[in-house]
T-cell receptor, first 113, second 117 residues
Framework: EAGVTQSPTHLIKTRGQQATLRCSPISGHTSVYWYQQALGLGLQFLLWYDEGEERNRGNFPPRFSGRQFPNYSSELNVNALELEDSALYLC???WGLGQETQYFGPGTRLLVL | AQSVAQPEDQVNVAEGNPLTVKCTYSVSGNPYLFWYVQYPNRGLQFLLKYITGDNLVKGSYGFEAEFNKSQTSFHLKKPSALVSDSALYFCAVRDGESGAGSYQLTFGKGTKLSVIP
């Protein structure tokens, strides 16, 4: 069974640009979660999608947004990039609303110059 | 609000010795507790979880964890450490009795485990 996949593996952008990160969940999983792992800040929850709807978002500004497609894959968009957005962005998926175990992808490392 | 504390930034243990990585939590309802491991430049791998039932939970790669409700702890243990266990370990919690707004996990800061040959 294929795991969670993310693309690209690395992304280099400059301040003010937009970044788009993609995630494909494990087959059959309907929930997708996004987390940011920045140096010194640990893992912080960004967004949660289930059945195409945004269910919850963490304490991040509106320039962090995303969506979930009918095939349950997901996209994270970060607008007006700032230097402090440099981090590893991790996507996780689970079976559905309230299902407890989240399985993580390898992440996308975003570097903002 | 839910929170997790991993009081040790780093744990060093000799190969073959038992290891313990500590975790304490705070939630308003029943805790769902998890341990994940992260190798350098990789995502998180699920090790084990406690939802309900036996307080001693067994997981992948010989790891186990003990849920202690009175001490609000969920320490990760392994009887005999391997050099290949060296990695970053994260404890996570979510409130099992909250509504839809709380399904995301709250993670501790992580503990770096170094197993010395």
């Amino acid at each position: 069974e294929a795991g969670v996949t993310q693309s690209p593996t690395h992304l280099i952008k400059t301040r003010g640009q937009q970044a788009t990160l993609r995630c494909s969940p494990i087959s059959g999983h309907t929930s997708v979660y996004w987390y940011q792992q920045a140096l010194g800040l640990g893992l912080q929850f960004l967004l949660w999608y289930d059945e195409g709807e945004e269910r919850n978002r963490g304490n991040f500004p509106p320039r962090f947004s995303g969506r979930q497609f009918p095939n349950y894959s997901s996209e994270l968009n970060v607008n007006a990039l700032e230097l402090e957005d440099s981090a590893l962005y991790l996507c996780a998926s689970s079976w559905g609303l309230g299902q407890e175990t989240q399985y993580f992808g390898p992440g996308t490392r975003l570097l903002v110059l | 609000a839910q929170s997790v504390a991993q009081p040790e930034d780093q744990v060093n243990v000799a190969e073959g010795n038992p290891l313990t990585v500590k975790c304490t939590y705070s939630v308003s309802g029943n805790p769902y507790l998890f341990w994940y491991v992260q190798y350098p430049n990789r995502g998180l791998q699920f090790l084990l979880k406690y939802i309900t039932g036996d307080n001693l939970v067994k997981g992948s790669y010989g790891f186990e964890a003990e849920f202690n409700k009175s001490q609000t702890s969920f320490h990760l243990k392994k009887p005999s450490a391997l050099v290949s266990d060296s990695a970053l370990y994260f404890c996570a919690v979510r409130d099992g009795e909250s509504g839809a707004g709380s399904y995301q996990l709250t993670f501790g800061k992580g503990t770096k485990l170094s197993v010395i040959p």
